[in-house]
């Protein structure tokens, strides 16, 4: 780390910061071999003379600036309603764009493929679907599940329709037994 400050103070012809004079900067070198004192001193005027120009072009541009700010203001120009300019300036030279316009048409024959294909699909669904329940299994099935609904659903007492036997304890079912009869078990939720 000491090295380094020491390479640091032993070459003090460092590159000027911003706003510091150049001229200023470089002080005291020795002219360079090939270069004369009249040569020299002609250098460090024109380079005094082009820092004051970049200095009177810096604040030239600064106002330049503002008065364009505030042309806009009165204008009422927000940087709000700029980005929103700018935003669809953009928007319409994307969609204007040769790419652009052969991803939206080769999307929508991709989109319409897909379309067609979605229904053909749930055409043969339900076409399949159709052809199992005109099936003779599923016509068997079908009746035997209806009798054994009609087994098992319970009979309304004759003093009140709406309602089951009240002698049944509740959640007593029937369930149907291979040989054909019903037996009586308690249901457990």
Partial sequence: MEDAEKGFQQHPDSIPEVGEDAATSVGASPLPPAMTEEEHQELQEKLVKVEDEILTLSQVLAAKEKQLADIKRKLGITPLNELKQNFTKTWQ???????????????????????????????????????????????????????????MSPTPSAGDPGQEDSNDPAGDTLIPQPDGSATQETLTN
Avoid: C, H, M, W
């Fill in 93 to 151: 030279e994307v969609t204007t764009s040769t790419a652009y316009r052969r991803t939206s048409e080769t999307l929508s024959q991709a989109s319409l493929k897909a379309t067609a294909a979605f229904s053909n699909v749930g055409s043969a669904i339900t076409r399949k679907l159709e052809d199992v329940r005109n099936a003779p299994t599923f016509k068997s099935f079908e009746e035997k599940v209806e009798t054994l609904k009609t087994k």
